[in-house]
């Protein structure tokens, strides 16, 4: 994912490509359902009425049953939470069930090596792996601090926010992101993170 700044030629790319089908990987998928979450019984199943079946993958599935697998782990697994509070909780899921990947436990084991920062440049890549329709741009505000901006024509902010939060976290560091900006087609997130106390 390329780091852009916004303005209004992302205004029209936006618009190209919510015209175009957007297809999300399974691995995906993998990572949140099959590694994370591990759905059985009537999970399982309701995941397999809207698309998604663990026992016939597909490389590829539409945006939309992705968006409707996400509403179907909401209600079982983060029933009576907020739509955001649940989105954020399935972000960091997704992130626990990603460090169980091949590629993942890679991640996992060079974060802390690479540090916060570096792994925050690394976030359009990361992005760009699990939908290549969106775009990031990285800002940093201060020691400590980043701006997030994100274009996304179909945004799913407090979600992202979980994940940037749990790719900050493997650093171990104790990360803070909140989501400042919610617009139609993008959001933006500030990140904030504290170095742990060095123990005499």
Known sequence: MVMERRGSQDVVTVGRRAQMAVCVPRRNFEGLFMHALKPSGAFAQSLKDIGYDEEDLQEYYPLTVWRAALGVARRFV?????????????????????????VGRIFATAAPLLGTERCLTRLPTYLKAGREDMRMDLLPVREREWCVRVVDADPLPDFVAGVVEGVLLRTRVTARVEVFERAPAGYALRVCWEEPRATS
């Open 78 to 102: 983060c029933a009576g939470q907020t739509p955001e509070v649940a989105n954020r909780a399935l972000g960091l899921s997704y992130v626990e069930g990603f460090a169980q990947t091949l």
